[in-house]
C-alpha cells in the first residue's frame, strides 16, 4: 500500500538527528514534526525569523506577531531565536540549516527540482524554496511517487520551471525513499507492501535497484 | 530634541511627499507585521501607478490589498502572491506587473540598498527563470546570479517601540522584513505600537537605530491574523 | 595667524547642523565635539558600532567594553544605540552619515583624498577611512593648509597612494576654508589676519578667489 | 540537552582540530572584545603559520600580538595594524604577511561569508591601492570594487552572555566583529562572561542565535584598555 501523508511524514521525521537545525516546508515536511523521536532534539527553522518553532499556540497563547512561514499562528520553544528575514536568510544560504525539507511537483535524476510553478496556471511565487534548495547542505524532497494520472514525478529531466539545480539529495515518496547521486535515483526502501518492480514502473528518471533494498520500518 | 524628534502626530505628516509613480518598501510577511495605518493614508491619498516591494500583497480586504482594491498599484516585487483573488485578476487582465523575486534574495536586496552594496552574488534562483536575463558566475566551482540592490522612495514599516529618535525595537516575528525595508527608503516612516522617552531602549537592544527613520508615529492596530491554527 | 588646532576645532564645529548625525575622525575632528554649539544636537557615530557617543568618561564610568573607533573609553549618550561592525559599516556605506570630518595627508581639487599610506614608511591601514570617504554625501576634511616644510597639501593632483577619488566636498585648514567643485578649490574664508594671496601661495592646486571671500567668524 | 549543548569545560577542548596552516577570524576591535583566553590556548598549543582574519593583531604583550610574539602567525588580514612594534619587525623583515583591508569591507567580507554570498560589489577602495586587480565597475553612474567573501577553519570571539545552545548577547562595544565572525567559521568557539540556562535570554534580544555556534567556554577575561581616556 502507498503510504498515507502521515506515514510519509513519519518516515521523514526518521531523517532528524539530534542537534539538527530544520527547516520544513509547508504540507507533509511540518506534518513530520509531530512524529519526532522523543530521544532526540532539533530545533526548526522558519524563514521569516524564528529558529526554535513550537507547536501551534493554545487559544491563550495565539499571538498575531508569532507566525510560521506558512503564516499560521506558532509558538517559540525555550531557546528560540528572532531575527529579521535578512538574518533568517543569512543562515539559509550560507549553509547554516542542517536539513531542509520540503515538497516538489517534480525531481530529476540530476538533483534539479520544480516545485512552484506550473505555467498556464497563476504563478504565486517561490516563495522562499529557491533560497533553501541553493542554501541547504542537505535537502531532501517529500511528495507522492506520481501524479494522479499515475504520471511519476520522479524524471529524466524535469519539465516545468526550476525552483533549483543539482541540488536534492533524498526523495521519500509514498512508495519509497531513494537517493540522488550520479545521475540516478537509487532506490533505498520500499514502503511496506509495494515491489520493487512498482516503483520501476512508476519512476521515470534512471533508477537503480542495489542489493540491499530493504522495506521502510516504522515504530 | 529639536533636531532628532521624530515624532509625528497625523498619517498626513507621516506620509506627506508620496506622490504617483513612486517605488515604496513594505516590511512585513503576511498581514503580520505590516504599517497598517500607512497603508490605509496611501489608500486615503489616491496616489496612483505605485511600485511597491513587499514579500507579499496582503489579501482581498487588509495589507496591501486595500491598494490594489483602490488600483493604486502599478507592479508589485514580491516573493508570494498567492492569497489574493483580486491580485489574480488584475494580473491576468494585464494591469498589474508582477516581478517575483525568492524571499532570501528580496530581503538581501532591501539589505544591500540600504547598505550601499549596488549588487551580489548568490546561488539562489540559479538555472532557475529568476536568473534569465542576469549575469551568471562561477566562485570556487559553484554557479551564482548577480543580484541588484532596492532602494525606495519611501519605506513604511512596522514597528513595537519606539523612542522620539526614531530608534526601533520589533516584537516577536512581526519583525520580518521590517528592518531592512527601514534602510532602504529615501523617506523611512516607522508606525509603531508605543512611543517611548529617549533613553528608555537599552542600546544593544535596539533593532533599528533612528539613523535609518525620519518619521514616527504612533498608530492601532488591528493585527489580523491570517492563519488561526491550535495545538489540539 | 594660522589657526591652532583648537580654533580648527572650533571652525569645524561651526559646519555641525541641528539633527546631523556625525562621523568624527582621530585628531582635529574629535576636537570638534568640544566645540558643537549647546542650541543644536548632533549624534557622533563611532565605526565600531556606536551611535550616540558620549564624552570621555569619569573615572567611575571606565568601562573596557565601551570604546570608539580610536580605542579611547567613552560613553553613550541616551539615545545611543549599538551594533555590530557590519551594521556600522551599512550605515556608513549607504550614505546615512549626514557628515564624515578627517584629516588627511593631501586632497586636490578633483576632490580626491591622501590619508593613510606614505610609501617608504610602515604602512599601518586604512581603517574605517576608504568606507567612510566612500560612503559619507558630505565629507570636510581638515588638515594644515601646507606641511612642515612649507608644501602646500592641497594640490592639483594627489602623490600619495589615494584613500578615495572625487569624494572630498569642503577643507578646512589653518589658513582657509575651501569648498572643492568643478575640479578647483574654491576659496570661502580666511582665518583671520591670513590675506588671500598667503592662501594662494600655499595652494599648489587650482584656486578660484570669488568676490565674497570673507574672514572666519568665531563667537 | 544532548543534542543542542554546545558547553565546553576546558580550552583544549575549545580549541580542538586546529592545526597548523589554518585560517582563523577573530572578532574583536582593538584588544575590546577579544577571546583572550582562546588566544591564549592557541599559543599554548603552538600551532604554525596560521592566516589571522581581525580587524587588528593586538599590542605587543596582549591580544594576537602574543601569536605574532610566539612566531604562530603566517598572515594577517586586518584594517589597521598600528600599535605593534613585533608586527611592525616581522612585517619588514618579510617573516609576516599582510593583506590591508578597508575596516568596512573586511565586516562584510565576514557576513558574506557566513550567508552564503560570495562576492558584493562595494564603492569603497575605488581608485586606490585596494582595487588593484580586482573587478570594477559601474552601476548607475558609480564606480564599485568586486570584492569576494571570507571564511575559516575556526571562528573565535567573544561574547556577553551564552545559553548552552550557543545563543550570544554582546555587551556594549564589545561587540564588534564579534557577530559576523562568528557566522563564518566552519568552527566557532564563543568565549563568554556568563553562561545561563536556555530560556533566560529573550529571543528578540540575541544577537548571535545558536545555530552559528559550535563550541561555547566560559572565560575569565582581563580587559586590558589601550586607551584610557577620562573626562577633564
Chains 1, 3 share one sequence.
Not at chain 1, 503564516?71 to 550560507?94: D, N, Y
Not at chain 2, 508582477?98 to 538581501?108: C, D, F, I, R
Not at chain 2, 529617549?198 to 537592544?205: A, I, M, N, S
Request: net charge negative; glycine share 10%; charged share 20%.
Amino acid at each position: 500500500m502507498a503510504l498515507t501523508r502521515e506515514q510519509i511524514a513519519m518516515r521523514v521525521a526518521q531523517e532528524l538527528q539530534d542537534g539538527f537545525y530544520v527547516n520544513l516546508g509547508i504540507g507533509i515536511p511540518t506534518l513530520a514534526a509531530n512524529y519526532v523521536s522523543t530521544d532526540i532534539e532539533v530545533m526548526l527553522q522558519s524563514e521569516n525569523g524564528l529558529l526554535g518553532m513550537g507547536p501551534y499556540p493554545t487559544e491563550d497563547q495565539v499571538d498575531p506577531d508569532m507566525i510560521n512561514a506558512g503564516k499560521e499562528t506558532v509558538t517559540a520553544v525555550k531557546g528560540a531565536s528572532i531575527f529579521s528575514s535578512a538574518e533568517s536568510f543569512a543562515m539559509i544560504r550560507g549553509g547554516h540549516v542542517d536539513l531542509t525539507v520540503l515538497g516538489a511537483f517534480e525531481v530529476d535524476q540530476n538533483g534539479n527540482i520544480a516545485s512552484y510553478m506550473i505555467p498556464g496556471k497563476l504563478v504565486k511565487g517561490m516563495g522562499g524554496a529557491m533560497d533553501l534548495v541553493a542554501g541547504a547542505p542537505n535537502i531532501i524532497v517529500t511528495m507522492t511517487h506520481a501524479d494522479k494520472h499515475g504520471n511519476s514525478k520522479l524524471l529524466e529531466s524535469c519539465t516545468l520551471p526550476l525552483t533549483g539545480v543539482n541540488c536534492i539529495k533524498k526523495v521519500i515518496t509514498d512508495l519509497a525513499v531513494l537517493d540522488i547521486r550520479d545521475g540516478a535515483f537509487h532506490l533505498l526502501e520500499t514502503a511496506p507492501g509495494i515491489s520493487v518492480e512498482e516503483v520501476q514502473a512508476k519512476t521515470k528518471g534512471k533508477l537503480i535497484v542495489s542489493d540491499s533494498v530493504r522495506e521502510m520500518q516504522f515504530n | 530634541m529639536a533636531g532628532f524628534n521624530k515624532v509625528v502626530t497625523n498619517y498626513a505628516d507621516a506620509m506627506n511627499g508620496l506622490e504617483d509613480g513612486m517605488t515604496v518598501i513594505s516590511g512585513g510577511f503576511g498581514l503580520c507585521g505590516i504599517p497598517e495605518g500607512l497603508i490605509a493614508q496611501i489608500k486615503e491619498m489616491g496616489v496612483k501607478d505605485l511600485t511597491f516591494v513587499s514579500n507579499n500583497c496582503g489579501v482581498d480586504d487588509f495589507g496591501l490589498g486595500v491598494l490594489l482594491e483602490n488600483k493604486q498599484i502599478k507592479k508589485m516585487i514580491s516573493s508570494y502572491v498567492g492569497e489574493n483573488a483580486l491580485f489574480e485578476k488584475q494580473f491576468l487582465s494585464g494591469e498589474l506587473e508582477v516581478e517575483l523575486t525568492p524571499q532570501g534574495t528580496l530581503a538581501e536586496k532591501m539589505r544591500a540598498g540600504g547598505a550601499g552594496i549596488p549588487a551580489f552574488y548568490t546561488a539562489t534562483g540559479y538555472g532557475t527563470p529568476v536568473a534569465e536575463g542576469k549575469e551568471t558566475r562561477e566562485f570556487n566551482g559553484r554557479h551564482y546570479v548577480l543580484e541588484e540592490a532596492i532602494t525606495a522612495d519611501f519605506a513604511i514599516i512596522r514597528a513595537w517601540k519606539a523612542d522620539k529618535m526614531g530608534n526601533l525595537i520589533y516584537r516577536d516575528t512581526a519583525m520580518n522584513f521590517n528592518p531592512m525595508a527601514a534602510t532602504a527608503g529615501k523617506i523611512t516612516v516607522a508606525e509603531v505600537e508605543e512611543i517611548v522617552e529617549v533613553g528608555e531602549l537599552e542600546p544593544t537592544h535596539i533593532h533599528t537605530p533612528g539613523i535609518y527613520v525620519n518619521r514616527v508615529i504612533k498608530g492601532n492596530f488591528e493585527k489580523r491574523i491570517e492563519k488561526l491554527t491550535l495545538s489540539r
